[in-house]
Every structure is written in structure tokens, then in C-alpha cells.
């Protein structure tokens, strides 16, 4: 397990959960505000389990997926993926597989193919909390605000409806720092290639009103509308059709998907990832590695994402200061005058 596992609050505590049997509406509830909603790995785990116990649950029709605070959220809890991604030493993920370290299962090295292999493919399986929804068999919505980055993002992706408050920003990190992530395949089905190919090579995030223009977001409002909005949403999927009719129609929307590819998309992007190992970073770009952990990742994020125009940093601060020219991009070192050299 992640060395400073116990700081760390009881997935109970980051994924809440409630449900009206008279309205059918079950809600899940991502509360970690003060680390943008991130969840644990433990956390991941449980928020897929809740989606198995409300697909079979005939008091549960729709289901709303909303985070606590100011935003959905920004990606996993990168951190605890510390010592995974340093280059010393082997750590084993049997916790990601749901294997204790008391049984006896011994994790492959870091050195080998499957250390990051058999992760990465867990993208592809719908138990683990990464495409989750895809199996889900009753209707998703996703009220998004402010970041919906990663993880969050995937969501996105994945859900039937995305109602959104017009401050949100919709991206991944990992197509500035790494290149690559597990929805890919479905972000491109959703938003349309030439726009999604637009956001991994510029690796810039995508506001409200951009993602409703690639059909990506279902309704965009002002943030203290949007509570109101995603209850109209709700209440009409509720009372729309009988839940085994909901459930045809999805397994119809399921069809279509797999049709699409999504499924082999989600394998093709986890072997892709599987790779990481494998890519040698330019000298510009951050590496995850020991030597930015050990510079701290705030501050190694914040460094790329000035290297970037203000409009298309992936925080909030960094892309208000280029409104009043109070933060810029950095400067390259001024050139000495030809023919003085310093002695």
C-alpha cells in the first residue's frame, strides 16, 4: 500500500451515497473538495461497486454522479500513485487488484511488462471503477462545474447526460505530461475527432460552451442554476418509461458502442499506456517521475502550464492572471552583445 495510506480518509467518507425509492433518483456524492474530489484508490473501488448495487437495484431508475465544493473534479489522487511512478525500487499494486498483501499473490517487478500492463488493462474492466458506466444499465447524469479533468473526465465520457455550469473546463492532464488516456476512444466518439484530436495535441482543456458545441455536454448554465437544471433532468428521466424499457434501450446504446469499438478502444488505449516505460520525454516536458516528485507536483505543474497561452492553462489562476497581464509566459535568457565574451 502508498506509504501515507493512513492520511488518507475511508472511501465511505469520499463517496457518498443516498437513493429515494419514490423517486427512483440514487445519487453519488464525490467529497473531497479540499483535493478537488480526487478519489483513492480504495475510494475508486467502492464508487464501482455502488454502481453494480444500483444497477441491480429496482429502487434505483436514474443516477446522478455530482461533486461537493467548487468543481466535479480534477483526476485521481496522484500522489498516492508516487511511489508506482518512481524509477527506484519495486512496489506492489495487488491493492488496485482488490488482493491484500497478506495473501500470498507476489506482484511482478517494476523492470517487467505486466508491472504496468496488468494495471493499465483494468482501464478496460468495468469493476474496477474506470468504465464503469458503460455497463451501467440504468440512466447516468453527471452534474459538472469547474474542473472535470481525469478521472472526472472519463466520467464524462462514459454517463448518458452531462449538465453542466458554463465556468467548467474539460480535459486530461496526462496529454501534456504522459499522452495518453483510458477513454480516449470514447472522448473521440463523444466530441468528434477533429476537436478531441485538437485537445490531445495541444493538450489544452475545453470550456462548457466548446464541449456543448461538439455535443459533448447535453445543457450549460450559470452556476447557481445548475442544481435546478440537473433536478429537471432528472425527474423527467424518472418519470419517462417504465425501468425495463430504460434498460433495453441501454443495452440498444450498448450495442451501438461496442459497434463503435468502444470496448476494444478501451484495451487499445491501456496497452498503449502499458508503454509508458518505453517514451523518452523532450527536455520541456514534465516527467512523472522521482525528480519531479521530489521538486513537489504542484510546482512542476505549475511550470508547465505557464509554458502554455493563458487562455489554454489548464488552472483557473493561471488563466485569470493572463486576463490582467499579471502572470506571463517566461522569457527566454537575453542574448550578450556580439564580440564581448566574460572573462
Known sequence: MPKDDAKRPDPEEIILYEKDPKTKIATITLNRPDFLNAPTIAARLRYSDLLHRANVDDDVKVLLIRGVGSNFGGGADLPEQEEMLADDGDFSLLHEFRIGEDEDVKYPPKDSYR???????????????CRTLQDFKKISIIEAKGYCYGWHFYQCADADMVISSDDALFGHPSFRYVGWGPRMWQWATMMGLR?????VFTGRPFTAEEMANCNFVNSVVPRDELEAEVDK?????????????VYMQKTLFEIYKQQQ???????????????????RNDAHELTLDKETFGKGLNNAVKDNDEL??????????????????????????????AGKSKK
Open 115 to 129: 508491472y504496468l500492463a496488468q494495471l493499465t488493462q483494468l482501464y478496460a474492466n468495468s469493476n474496477y471503477g
Open 195 to 199: 476537436k478531441f484530436q485538437e485537445m
Open 233 to 245: 433532468y432528472a425527474r423527467a428521466c424518472a418519470v419517462t418509461r417504465p425501468t425495463d424499457v
Open 261 to 279: 469499438g468502444e470496448y476494444m478502444g478501451s484495451i487499445m488505449t491501456a496497452w498503449l499506456e502499458s508503454m509508458l516505460g518505453q517514451v
Open 308 to 337: 502554455y497561452p493563458p487562455e489554454w492553462r489548464l488552472s483557473k489562476g493561471g488563466r485569470m492572471k493572463g486576463k490582467d497581464g499579471a502572470a506571463k509566459p517566461k522569457k527566454a535568457p537575453a542574448k550578450k552583445p
